[in-house]
């Protein structure tokens, strides 16, 4: 089953990437669930506070525990698996 990892930057975050799979709802749900947050959909696009995550994006938790969402390509630049 798909969880989220730790990711560092100068920061610890939380992230995982959107791709629309029922195992994918279910982890999502799950993760921002456990976070005191409601995980809805419209189509195949996470609807977060102030952002959206299309499939293929990361969708980020931040220390603050707020979700937002990077592409592929500029969370891959900017992270790296936290050991």
């Known amino acids: 089953m798909n969880a989220p990892k ?3 930057k100068s920061e610890i975050v939380e992230a995982m990437q959107w791709f629309d799979t029922v195992e994918n709802r279910e982890a999502f749900a799950t993760w ?17 506070d102030w952002d959206q995550a299309e ?3 990361w ?11 990077l592409s592929d390509f500029n969370f891959r630049a900017q ?3 936290a050991s």
């Open 59 to 69: 969708i980020v938790l931040d220390e603050d525990g707020d979700f937002y969402s």
């Open 6 to 8: 730790k990711y560092a």
């Open 32 to 48: 921002f669930e456990d976070n005191g947050n409601v995980f809805e959909t419209f189509g195949n696009v996470v609807c977060l």
């Open 79 to 81: 992270y790296e698996v």
């Open 55 to 57: 499939e293929g994006e």
